[in-house]
């Protein structure tokens, strides 16, 4: 069985995002930096989540809630990754790329949400 969201590109670059992001909250665990690890798996978690419930809605102001959920989610992801560059717990050169991809999801989700 293949569920709607899995042949959304904004679900499917939203997934490997995480991957990485939840890589990062791995490291930040085994650092003992409990707080920052669940902050971030959450954050990372919540973009693909939001966008998966949001593909089982009925209505398209529904999804369109889901939607704006999972975008604000890059917003929160976006922060923590430079608080932790602040810290000097991630390099410029990572919080750099990732911005970039947290950017484009942001605008992929935006440009989705316009065809709804």
């Known amino acids: 069985m293949k569920f709607r969201f899995q042949d959304l590109q904004i679900w ?3 997934i490997d995002l995480s991957d990485e992001l939840l890589d990062i909250a791995d490291d930040l665990e085994d650092r003992k930096l409990f707080r920052f690890a669940e902050q971030l798996r959450g954050a990372a978690m919540s973009i693909s989540n939001n966008i998966a419930e949001g593909s089982g809605s009925t209505s398209k102001a529904d999804f369109t809630n889901f939607l ?3 975008r604000r989610s890059t ?3 976006a922060n923590i990754l430079i608080i932790l560059n602040r810290r000097k717990w991630l390099s410029d050169e990572r919080l750099n790329q990732l911005l970039d991809k947290l950017d484009k999801e942001c605008r992929m989700i935006t440009n989705f949400k316009k065809t709804l």
């Open 12 to 14: 499917q670059f939203a």
């Open 68 to 70: 704006n959920y999972a």
């Open 75 to 77: 917003f929160e992801d």
